[in-house]
């Protein structure tokens, strides 16, 4: 049985481990984002905790795609709307939420909060939904090309998106490595493994000691680059979603999770909130500032224990706030999917017509 996941394609419901692998990218994610804090001005411990959750969950994007492109993106209207619906959901009630915490209303922000995928509010979302929205286009270039040639196609972007912006420091994107160019390689990266690369691997140790081993380079370049720079702030230009380093570290662990057989009722339905914990957690984070001020442990050397226990109370409140939309938005979905496919179906019926009529 299989179904179909938001921010990783379609996954085998009968097993838990790529389920698992998103919960724990999405962990990586908030515990940076919380980090953020404090990212210009730890030192010591908190410097160097800062460098290796940088250098090890700045993966989480790429492994996100790489299902995705492993799976297949397959565009329906009945998709496109569920996921519009949930990021303009919370892309408002962050705003809101926000604004009240605040105590700062603009209303121009609040209007562009009902534009989350075209103002570009989400980086990740907005790039996730141009993949979306070409993917009958996009999934024809693997599918149609010799395997050799997309190899080649596959190096060609790799040099381009990941090679020289990790040597020269520069993505010719001009986005930082964060954005559509890089997922592409991503998905594409996720569709020759799923082509050509399905085989079982042999030792799973010697893959584990490979990414042990990958990410300890990340992690010492990124703290000798972060120590001569004087000590002080977090610098990971090694850490970035476009470099050799990451790329390769989120392939390994995508291939060793893909070998795990995992079955876990639990982890399937948690896993189920992932985009909502993405969409939220900022807006959370706001919030719990207001009952618990985390920037006074900034000196403490016990601050990595805070913000792990902080980034588990933000996730799992956001899994509760998504576990009472799902509730009241059930119905909404279904009345609002039924009257967009019939417009979409009588828009269609007309265009035939036209058409014909000019022809």
Known sequence: MIKKSIMGGAINVR?????????????????????GTFYGTATGINLIYGVLINSIFNTGVSIFVLISGYFGINKTIKKILQLEMAII??????????????????????????????????????????LL?????????????????????LFLMFSIFSIIPTILQF??????????????????????????????????????????GITAIGFSLNLILTIIRGGVGVYAPFARDCTCIIIIASILIFIVFKHLNIRSKLINRMAKHVIAVYLYENAMRTSLNCFFDITVYGEKWYLFMVINVYVIVIIVSCMFVDLIRSFISEPLE???YTLSYNLYKHLCILAKKYMNKIL
């Not at 097993?15 to 980090?35: A, D, P, W």
């Not at 009240?100 to 996730?128: E, L």
């Not at 070409?134 to 997309?150: A, C, I, M």
Request: glycine fraction near 4%; hydrophobic fraction near 45%.
């Open 15 to 35: 097993q838990s481990n790529f389920e698992l692998l998103r919960l724990l990218c999405i962990l990586g994610i908030v515990t940076m984002h919380t980090y």
């Open 89 to 130: 959901f919370y892309s408002v009630l962050s705003t809101i939420t926000i604004s009240f915490i605040q105590n700062c209303w603009d209303i121009k922000n609040i209007i562009i909060a009902f534009f989350p995928v075209i103002s570009g509010k989400y980086w990740f979302i907005t790039s996730y939904f141009l």
């Open 133 to 153: 929205l070409f993917s009958n286009y996009l999934n024809k270039v693997p599918e149609t090309l010799e395997r050799k040639d997309f190899e080649k196609l």
């Open 171 to 212: 993505h010719v994107m001009n986005d930082g490595g964060k954005g559509f160019a890089n997922m592409l390689l991503m998905y594409y990266i996720g569709r020759y493994i799923r082509l050509y690369w399905n085989k079982k691997v042999d030792n799973l140790n010697r893959m584990c000691a490979l990414l042990i």
């Open 334 to 336: 279904k009345i609002a």
